[in-house]
């Protein structure tokens, strides 16, 4: 979708995206070259297509080989491919991974993006052209919010390192802000699509419904089946970052449907796709695959970005869950 298309043409120019071969990156990366971008890529390795789970390539991109823990791999990609826009997509991608690798969360997820902002502050002022940033920020800041939904005022309570690292990465983008760079953050809720890797359990869940449906599994075993979260589906989302970024003045935005759901909510859509309608007798609860805490109820109040962006999710939640339970019975049946 392009996101001016009542005000006119995007204008072509130049964009870096780190997390480029992610969920969120590869469909961004499609859109951005769809519209007569020029794309880069940070990538961690060589790619391989089919090599990675959870990785998606995309045609057009060009691919740069860096590491986000390093600060001067993306100082150099930056000062060599000049963008107009940047997409801080990448960084630790869960918050289960961030309880064991807290350390190297702190450094990928938030201390890297303040070198990036300040990279791209330097070579503003060295050229005298705007460079727009655009970070990925999570509702995993309101970790201990005392009310749903949230909103771009509720304080910010983190309780995971997952959220603390992307708590000094949102500050990092308000005090470039306040320097007069455009540095936005999109605070994005729970995303899926059919590209979310196999080790989130939205994923998990539906693969595990579609092969127990095909008989290639006889149980699932899940954590925490009553965490409540606001799911949208992850184009949706890039085209909100991509309004956020093209927008008049830079700012930060809840990215949500306003809608929110339990994990057995994601259980009961999953298997009710299959034809399965006593789910209980095929899953179990292990207590072992529950996160050290978990966050309250995760509702996103998205007012502010619909009445200045004009952005709303068009997906809602069983035509989520279904699609993704479709592309896993596909796969199933090699399709």
Do not use: C
């Amino acid at each position: 979708m392009n996101p001016l298309s009542e005000a006119g043409p995007v204008p072509v120019g130049t964009a870096f995206l780190t997390g480029v071969t992610g969920q969120d990156g590869s469909y961004l990366a499609e859109s951005l070259l769809s519209r007569g971008w020029e794309v880069h890529g940070l990538v961690r390795h060589a790619l391989q297509p089919g090599a990675l789970e959870g990785e998606t390539t995309v045609e057009g991109v060009e691919y740069h080989l860096g590491d986000l823990s390093r600060p001067d791999d993306v100082g150099s990609i930056l000062e060599s491919v000049k963008p107009d826009l940047v997409f801080n997509l990448g960084g630790i991608s869960s918050v289960y991974q961030s309880w064991q690798h807290p350390y190297d969360t702190a450094l990928i997820s938030g201390a890297s993006v303040v070198s990036m902002l300040e990279t791209i502050w330097q070579l503003q002022q060295a050229t005298g052209k705007e460079i727009r940033f655009l970070q990925a920020s999570s509702a995993e800041l309101f970790g201990e919010a005392e009310s749903a939904p949230q909103s771009e005022s509720t304080p910010i309570r983190p309780i995971s390192p997952y959220g603390a690292a992307k708590a000094l990465a949102h500050h990092a983008v308000s005090v470039y802000r306040s320097r007069g760079m455009f540095a936005s953050s999109a605070i994005l809720y729970n995303h899926e699509s059919v590209r979310r890797p196999a080790k989130f359990v939205t994923r998990k869940i539906t693969s595990g419904a579609a092969a127990i449906a095909a008989g290639k599994l006889d149980k699932l075993s899940l954590g925490n089946l009553n965490a409540i979260r606001d799911w949208g589906w992850a184009p949706d989302f890039v085209d909100a970052m991509d309004r956020i970024i093209h927008a008049s003045e830079p700012d930060d935005f809840v990215v949500a449907t306003g809608v929110s759901h339990s994990v057995q909510d994601f259980v009961e859509a999953a298997f009710k796709a299959v034809g399965i309608d006593d789910w209980r007798a095929v899953v179990d609860v292990d207590e072992s695959l529950a996160r050290p805490t978990d966050a309250a109820e995760m509702r996103g109040d998205i007012s502010k970005i619909s009445s200045r962006l004009g952005w709303r999710p068009s997906v809602d939640f069983d035509a989520l869950v279904t699609a993704m339970v479709r592309h896993d019975q596909a796969l199933l049946a090699g399709k």
